[in-house]
């Protein structure tokens, strides 16, 4: 198609010179560019105007409710995406977050041909997801934070066998391709106990592992680091970024922990009830990550707890919560003045919950 | 390839599985009571005759022998395990691999079920062969026999695929399994052969799928006879081909509306 349209513009050129204006034949090349630009600059991913229903069978309380959902049930339908689009290109790493609920996962689900859209166009890699997901699947990677893929009794280089297997990973590959995964993940130690005596972290990382064996073009990630504590936690993150700067893996990161996409994503799509809040660069919300969060506790009972530019949210006897705005005060004068005047027995900065940031966009 | 892909399906599932090996003596030991119940019972029925139709006492056990290891295999683990995945949506996640589910999941669970049924088999023989003593077997008989004690797990497999399946609509499965059950125990053929009973009984029984599943394999087993074993592999093939067609279409129906839970 690009090379007639090629072959067209060339064969414009030359009787065009003589018909149109030249600067006709001018704007027919750019397009021509602008096509070849599109070309290379490929989504991986387009959604438009996606839409989930969910069926919910709704039942009055107490035995006579029951017997009337038996004969006549009452389904009410939820509408868990409202209305999501967006595009992803090769390459990227996009980090999707939002509460519990918020729709995000079912918008990865369907991404993966998992789950049917109720309304709206999917393409993933030029394949319609649901009517080509065998395809589709020996060109992505999926993991599930939440549903394990590995044998639960058996060491995990015997579920990344069975992988190779069915994805139709030849033998020899497949040795390099673990050997070589096996190094950046750090996981030959373990690979040969049994995954149950495994810890979380490491059994994310051979999860992760598996879902790389056959050199997916996009990786989707459900809640990677769901359950894990603070140091696994920023080893996965490490290898999430990696894989997407050294592989130029498309990677595609569900969370509700606003750090996660923070530390290593540069675009950050928030989805709240259904629809999309935000779609940005993640320099942009770091203005809304100025505010952080501080929770004190004391070794003395206080009586008054006054503090400037500080928004009190709570205060008892020996805690306190405080929010900050960093432009108004920085951390280090707030912990200079709260020193001076208290005796304090603990201190945690953090930021503010997904759903906070949420609400301060809706503000602004 | 694709098939290699069943076969390491299969193998892997096996290993795994064998984490609950006591379950499977655990289960041998309840055949064992069994067929000491049903063997003292069919002595008394024997009492004052030779040949209950057609069936003299030992091959009756012998017949039992076959009926009782086939019974025991594992149809309601699956029947719960896919039942169980189809309801909390789990059954999502094995969409995207690139094997038909239905496949992966009757070579993930043959291995045990095989494996199981020869524990089981090896235990019934055992009763029997003490009990009433060995009968004269034909060696064409056990060979197909085996062939067919192997078609009819795939048949159980699909009739619990089936059942199964209808978790999609149903919210409990388990009162088709019962209804299920109980036609086999009366119209299979588990209790007795078919020819005892009446025949405006036994005529309709010996076409349906629960006879394919018990009847005809442990028939053929201790009275071999070669139009018998025409009859028995038409029987079990044509519900196979049936069943087949019926588990696809109600799956691809059924996989549109699943919804998964907590996503």
Redesign the interface.
């Given at each position: 198609m690009y090379l007639s349209t090629a072959v067209g513009t060339l064969c414009f050129c030359q009787k065009g010179a003589y018909r149109v204006k030249w600067h006709l034949n001018i704007i027919n090349i750019f397009k021509y560019i602008k096509l070849m630009h599109k070309e290379y600059m490929k989504n991986a991913i387009e959604l438009k105007g996606l839409v989930k229903d969910?069926?919910a069978k709704q039942k009055d309380k107490g035995l006579k409710g029951s017997l009337k959902a038996m004969f006549r049930p009452n389904y009410k339908e939820i509408r868990?995406v409202k209305n999501i689009s967006f595009d992803v290109k090769k390459g990227e790493l996009v980090g999707f977050i939002g509460p519990n609920g918020a729709g995000k996962?079912?918008a990865i689900?369907i991404m993966?041909?998992?789950?049917?859209p109720t309304k709206g166009k999917v393409k993933v890699l030029g394949l319609n997801p649901q009517k080509e997901?065998?395809k589709?699947?020996?060109k992505?990677g999926?993991v599930?934070g939440?549903?394990p893929?590995l044998?639960?009794?058996?060491p995990a280089i015997?579920?990344f066998?069975?992988f190779s297997?069915?994805?139709?990973v030849p033998e020899e590959e497949f040795r390099k391709r673990l050997d070589h995964l096996g190094e950046i993940f750090e996981i030959k130690d373990f690979i040969k106990q049994p995954v149950r005596k495994l810890s979380l972290g490491q059994r994310m990382r051979c999860e992760i592992v598996a879902s790389l064996l056959h050199k997916p073009e996009i990786l989707f990630l459900d809640e990677p680091t769901i359950g894990l504590d603070l140091i696994a936690k920023k080893r996965i993150r490490k290898l999430i970024k990696d894989l997407n700067k050294k592989e130029k893996l498309t990677i595609i990161l569900t969370s509700h922990d606003m750090e996660d996409v923070e530390k290593i994503c540069k675009r950050l799509v928030i989805i709240n009830k259904g629809n999309i809040v935000y779609d940005d660069t993640i320099r942009k919300i770091k203005n809304y990550l100025k505010y952080k969060v501080v929770d004190i506790l004391f070794e003395d009972p206080i009586k008054e707890l006054k503090l400037k530019d500080v928004n009190i949210i709570s205060k008892k006897k020996y805690k306190a919560k405080l929010e900050i705005d960093t432009d108004k005060i920085s951390i280090k004068k707030l912990l200079e003045h709260i020193t001076r005047r208290y005796n304090i027995a603990d201190m945690v900065i953090s930021d503010p919950p997904v759903e906070e940031i949420i609400e301060m966009i809706y503000k602004k | 390839m694709t098939l290699g892909k069943y076969y390491h399906i299969g193998k892997i599932n096996l290993q795994n599985s064998l984490a609950y090996i006591i379950d499977f003596f655990i289960s041998s030991g309840l055949v064992i009571m069994i067929m000491l119940i049903l063997i003292a019972l069919w002595r008394v029925l024997y009492q004052d005759r030779n040949i209950i139709a057609g069936f003299t006492l030992a091959q009756m056990i012998w017949y039992l022998v076959i009926t009782e290891s086939i019974v025991f295999m594992p149809l309601r683990g699956i029947i719960r395990e896919i039942e169980g995945e189809i309801k909390s949506g789990k059954i999502a996640y094995q969409l995207n691999k690139p094997y038909n589910y239905i496949a992966a999941k009757f070579f993930s669970k043959i291995g045990f079920a095989l494996l199981r049924w020869a524990i089981i088999f090896t235990a019934a023989v055992f009763i029997a062969w003490i009990f009433v003593g060995p009968i004269q077997l034909n060696i064409y008989g056990v060979f197909f026999g085996i062939i067919s004690i192997f078609l009819s797990f795939v048949l159980s497999f699909l009739i619990a695929c089936c059942i199964a399946i209808m978790a999609f609509w149903l919210e409990e499965v388990f009162g088709l399994y019962f209804m299920y059950d109980k036609m086999r125990f009366i119209l299979g053929g588990f209790l007795f052969p078919l020819d005892i009973l009446p025949l405006w009984l036994q005529i309709p029984a010996r076409y349906l799928p629960f006879s394919a599943i018990l009847y005809y394999p442990a028939k053929l087993f201790v009275d071999f006879s070669p139009e018998f074993m025409a009859k028995t592999f038409f029987f079990q093939l044509s519900w196979i081909l049936v069943l087949i067609i019926l588990v696809s279409i109600l799956y691809r129906i059924g996989i549109k509306k699943v919804s998964i839970n907590g996503g």
């Open positions: 969910f069926k868990a996962s079912t689900k993966t041909g998992i789950m049917y997901r065998k589709l699947a020996y992505i999926t599930f939440q549903k893929q044998m639960y009794h058996l015997d579920t066998y069975l297997k069915i994805y139709e | -």
